[in-house]
T-cell receptor, first 117, second 115 residues
Framework: GAGVSQSPSNKVTEKGKDVELRCDPI?????LYWYRQSLGQGLEFLIY????????KSGLPSDRFSAERTGGSVSTLTIQRTQQEDSAVYLC???????????????FGPGTRLTVL | AQKVTQAQTEISVVEKEDVTLDCVYE???????LFWYKQPPSGELVFLIR??????QNEISGRYSWNFQKSTSSFNFTITASQVVDSAVYFC????????????FGTGTSLTVIP
């Protein structure tokens, strides 16, 4: 079946502009994650959605970052007033379910490479 | 504090050599999960393995094997008879039952297999 898809694959923007990054999770996956990977770095957790529960926003680096998940499926990560330090690859992942009893494997999309000039 | 440490930033080996990638984790939970992911040059992370904290049995999958030792909080990954296609960045990750929605990734080890 189809994996996690993200769009655009590349985005170049000017400092101060807003950007929207999209993630389509694997069909049926209830959990969705956003991560940021800066050059040569590991993955930095940004936000997590699980079903209809309130999202875990504890990883968002500033109030310029926000994310939505509509209908429990597609998610959009929005960065307002972009800064050069926002340049990174933004990765989305989905997993079937996370419960108190086990943690499911995450399946990653190809990422969106954001460059802020 | 870093919950997952991958001390090896870059490793180069000659094809057919064995190579071990180290992963040390830190947690106070008794129930947790450990993962390895591969990120080839194409960029997409590929899931390799998941282990839970109650299963210390080592696992072998083809040329890949994993050594989980709770006594040293390590979950090392060995590639036997390495191949050029193994060249990638490998990430180790931890998820705790207590905060099951959050994964902690190491900074990755970049493996280059030289033909």
């Amino acid at each position: 079946g189809a994996g996690v898809s993200q769009s655009p694959s590349n985005k170049v923007t000017e400092k101060g502009k807003d950007v929207e990054l999209r993630c389509d999770p694997i069909s049926g996956h209830t959990a969705l994650y956003w991560y940021r990977q800066s050059l040569g770095q590991g993955l930095e957790f940004l936000i997590y959605f699980q079903g209809n529960s309130a999202p875990d926003k504890s990883g968002l680096p500033s109030d310029r970052f926000s994310a939505e998940r509509t209908g429990g499926s597609v998610s959009t990560l929005t960065i307002q007033r972009t800064q050069q330090e926002d340049s990174a690859v933004y990765l989305c992942a989905s997993s079937p379910e996370t419960s108190g009893f086990y943690t499911d494997t995450q399946y990653f999309g190809p990422g969106t490479r954001l460059t802020v000039l | 504090a870093q919950k997952v440490t991958q001390a090896q930033t870059e490793i180069s080996v000659v094809e057919k050599e064995d190579v071990t990638l180290d992963c040390v984790y830190e947690t106070r939970d008794t129930t947790y999960y450990l993962f390895w992911y591969k990120q080839p040059p194409s960029g997409e992370l590929v899931f390799l393995i998941r282990r839970n904290s109650f299963d210390e049995q080592n696992e072998i999958s083809g040329r890949y094997s994993w050594n989980f030792q709770k006594s040293t909080s390590s979950f090392n990954f060995t590639i036997t008879a390495s191949q050029v296609v193994d060249s990638a960045v490998y990430f180790c990750a931890l998820s705790e039952l207590r905060t099951g929605n959050q994964f902690y990734f190491g900074t990755g080890t970049s493996l280059t297999v030289i033909p």
